[in-house]
């Protein structure tokens, strides 16, 4: 059985970065795929040639084509630390000599002291906008370099740890932005116009906390946007920049998120609504929008989610190629014809094990300690037991989803006889604006309150509650150790992957550019110390009485190392199992295939050992 999930873990996903935009009308595609064990760039051409274009010793976050020209441009960090420098890559040299080493690139920034996060490449590719931090290490301010003369130039410096958005408009008189408002669960998308400084604020709401999210563009004057501004759900507005007039759409996203994207040319328009954590699609004319053509997907899964980029129409809006991940499959990367009605794909990872053979999770739900209903995904194993032990397993965020995405732990936990229960515990997106906010700063062991209502739950859903775990990374790993601390009869066991111990020390200990944006959501180390210590799982450490798994990287800036070595040590000197891996070449999380093969049956290894003695 340990084949079986090392074969899981060990499956190949790929996904989409850019379509090449070029007069010529010839398909061709950049994707990220871990083929080679970590993310690098490849190129899809139109004779449905996957041909490898970086092979360097780290993973490729981000690439870009550059318009008018055979080159991208990629974003490359080192070991986990997040401070990603940008390189040109020439397309043609790839092809013919092979994947470009890292002496292959050309360097466009060169200080590993900071980050820089590609914003956007002009429509005439004559620059490239990016966000860094090198200003003062905290705030990440827009630049631009331009790619004939290799000048850089701050455009915007207005603080924030602002974040990519859509990139350039149309007419490449602006580049959009995201930037985090005062409050948790606030953003604001900005324009900053190149070449004149101004800078929009489209559907600004300084008495409401809400998301504003990316411009899709329908002309140089024109958007739609996606919004919460005024109500729980983010509906989707056509927006005008010249009086900054906001029409909703018939469609107002009253049950779900909605998000837009358009073509280059902006006539056509396709919405992505988050269903319970799948993703669907809807297509139609930016003129007449509330006519659409639902998209069917090989089967239900995500299009779209902090790991995913968005789909990306051609041109002319007639394809639309967009990454499909799902419970059963990896991720990897479709097209859509408009005029024919058909879908092709375009890459084809070996899968590691028959789809067939996985399993295609139940929609659950529980009621918690106030009568919230709290959402969840039931994975039931393939074989084994007829009550199996459960494993409970919490995303990050805390402003994260679970959804309907291929995780090669969760089906191999389920291939070698575990259940597994998924659920989206208060403060998850993708349930309105008013689920999202329900453990924000002082409320934050409410969430935990709902561990407890998902294990009271676990007989109803024919599970072993006395053989239950938690397994969960980053904040996903909070919760695992606030649920041993603060619930330690429930809980047989914990896998804690970049976890936080004590949200003091964390809050302290994060990385600069981060500690604001964090404070928002978990309370301020100034005003909510007290609280902070006493939602800390190592301040209750004494309570503790499961074993604990922890995997963390040595590089990691969001969650220092220190948290999990300190709670270790303490743990350890109350004579508990705690079972530490430190990766020296990892940050938060784990990029790299070999560690992956060693942490991840090592802790399922762990779960036998306590779970199935």
């Given amino acids: 059985m340990t084949d079986v999930l090392r074969q899981l873990i060990a499956t190949r996903s790929t996904i989409l970065a850019d379509v090449d935009q070029g007069s010529d009308a010839r398909e061709r595609l950049l994707v990220r795929s871990n083929r080679t064990g970590t993310m690098q760039v490849f190129e899809l051409t139109a004779a449905g040639v996957l041909g490898q274009v970086t092979a360097l010793p780290e993973p490729v976050a981000t690439a870009r084509y550059v318009p008018g020209s055979r080159r991208a441009v990629i974003e490359v960090d080192a070991g986990g630390t997040e401070r990603h420098q940008l390189y040109l890559v020439d397309l043609d040299t790839a092809a013919a000599d092979g994947p470009a080493d890292i002496d292959g690139l050309t360097p466009l920034t060169r200080d590993p002291r900071y980050g820089h996060h590609v914003a956007g490449v002009a429509p005439d590719g004559s620059a490239v906008a990016y966000l860094s931090n090198r200003r003062n290490g905290v705030d990440f301010d827009l630049w631009t370099c331009d790619l004939g003369t290799g000048e850089h130039r701050c455009v915007y410096s207005g603080g924030g740890w602002c974040q990519p958005a859509s990139g350039y408009s149309p007419d490449g008189r602006w580049v959009a932005i995201v930037r985090p408002g005062p409050r948790p669960l606030d953003t604001e998308v900005l324009l900053v116009g190149i070449g004149t400084g101004l800078v929009q604020t489209p559907l600004a709401h300084p008495h409401e906390a809400a998301e504003v999210g990316s411009p899709a563009w329908i002309d140089a004057t024109r958007c739609f946007l996606s919004s919460n501004v005024g109500t729980d759900r983010a509906g989707v507005v056509s927006y005008a920049l010249a009086s900054g007039a906001a029409v909703p759409l018939g469609a107002r996203g009253e049950h779900w998120d909605a998000t837009p994207i358009t073509s280059r040319d902006g006539r056509t328009l396709v919405l992505i609504e988050n269903r319970n954590g799948a993703s669907w699609m809807s297509l139609g004319a930016s003129d007449a929008p509330d006519q659409r053509t639902d998209i069917a997907t090989v089967e239900p899964g995500v299009v779209v989610d902090p790991s995913i980029p968005p789909p990306v129409l051609s041109a002319d809006g007639r394809h639309l190629y967009y990454s499909l991940s799902t419970p059963r499959r990896a991720c990897e990367v479709f097209a859509y014809d408009r005029e024919s009605d058909r879908t092709r794909r375009l890459t084809d990872g070996p899968d590691a094990i028959d789809p067939d053979r996985l399993v295609t999770p139940e929609a659950a739900e529980v009621v918690s300690f ?43 936990l389920a291939a070698v006889g575990y259940a597994v229960v998924v659920p989206n ?27 407890g209502a998902v294990h009271a739950g676990l007989a109803a859903l024919g599970l072993d509650g006395s053989r239950a775990a938690l397994w969960g990374a980053s904040y996903g790993g909070y919760m695992v150790l606030a649920g041993l601390a603060f619930q330690p009869e429930l809980w047989a066991a914990g896998v804690d992957i970049v976890g936080i111990s004590d949200l003091v020390t964390f809050l302290e200990n994060t990385a600069d550019y981060r500690r604001a944006h964090r404070e928002r959501e978990y309370g301020s180390l100034a005003r909510d110390r007290d609280f902070l210590a006493r939602a800390s799982p190592l301040r209750h450490a004494d309570a503790i009485r499961a074993p604990l798994f922890l995997v963390h990287g040595r590089n990691d800036p969001r969650v220092p190392v220190s948290e999990a070595e300190q709670l270790v040590a303490t743990l350890r000197r109350r004579g508990l199992r705690a079972d530490l891996t430190v990766y020296d070449d990892e940050g938060h999380g784990l990029a790299r295939l070999a560690n992956r093969l060693d942490a991840y049956p090592r802790a399922v290894a762990f779960l036998d050992e306590v779970l199935r003695p």
Avoid: N
């Fill in 370 to 412: 106030d009568g919230e209903r709290i959402p969840l995904f039931v994975y039931r194993p393939t074989a084994g037991d007829a009550r199996p032990p459960v494993v409970v397993q919490i995303h990050g965020g805390p402003e994260g989803q679970s959804v309907l995405a291929f995780d090669a732990v969760v089906q191999g």
């Fill in 425 to 451: 515990v208060r403060g998850s997106a993708g349930y309105g604006k008013r689920f999202s906010a329900l453990d924000d700063t002082t409320r934050r062991l409410d969430s935990v309150r709902d561990l």
